[in-house]
């Protein structure tokens, strides 16, 4: 009896799944790559002498911090189509929110992984003829990103979770794909049940070998 229940939903939820987290997935990964990129630049404009420059990214990082991921998308999807005439598709609009939201959380990152270093080693940089630039690029930098790579790790997979609210704008993600299939079926357990083993079969995973590289690279 209980095969007969659970083995249809079981075997129809597989397809949706499969390629709704194909899209989760390059939602993530698209949105954390210009999300680290967004977060070095403003990252590294915190760290600025110039109030000019502080400012704007600390404008930057409080707006976004201080506003939910649901909101920027919604402010993506329908607000600049309406007011600036400029029209995203769905999912361009949640590779931008996972980085626009990402790099602000990235920019704290990187902010205090830079300041994690001794300033001696800046000192240390300028004494042997390095320039600012290049004692940041060869001797901070490296120094700094190691110790990045938890916090850069955990971002991952708050932005993967974060994805599943792009349901609301008609992303076919896998969360929104699965409702699609509760909707015309109205069977939501076995469906969510296999939602949630989807994203724990990503995040543990995930999880697993960033407490790996953390234990190799002893930080």
């Known amino acids: 009896m209980l095969e007969g229940i659970i083995s249809p939903h079981f075997t129809d939820t597989l397809p ?7 899209l989760t997935i390059y939602i993530t990964f698209a949105g954390i790559f210009f999300g680290f990129i967004l977060g070095t630049i403003f990252g590294l404009m915190r760290l600025s002498k110039s109030k000019i420059i502080y400012g704007i990214a600390t404008t930057y990082i409080e707006l976004v911090r201080g506003t939910p991921i649901l909101v920027q998308a919604l402010f993506l999807y329908f607000g600049v189509s309406d007011f600036f005439g400029i029209n995203f598709d769905a999912v361009t609009a949640g590779i ?12 704290e990152i990187v902010r205090g992984g830079v300041e994690s270093i001794d300033k001696g080693q800046m ?5 042997i003829g390095l320039s600012a630039t290049q004692t940041m690029r060869y001797i901070i930098w490296p120094q700094a990103f190691k110790r990045m790579i938890p916090p850069l790790g955990n ?11 792009f349901a609301v704008i008609s992303v076919n993600e896998v969360t929104y794909l699965i409702r699609q299939y509760i909707s015309t079926t109205g069977s939501p357990f076995v469906p969510l049940v296999m939602l949630c083993f989807a994203y724990l079969i990503i995040t543990i995973p ?5 407490r790996r590289i953390e234990r190799r690279l002893d930080v």
């Open 16 to 22: 949706f799944l499969y390629r709704g987290l194909q």
């Open 155 to 165: 971002q991952f997979i708050i932005s993967l979770k974060d994805t599943s609210i």
């Open 123 to 127: 000192e240390a940089g300028r004494s």
């Open 206 to 210: 995930s999880m697993l070998i960033l």
């Open 96 to 107: 931008i929110a996972i980085a626009i939201n990402a790099g602000a959380y990235i920019a």
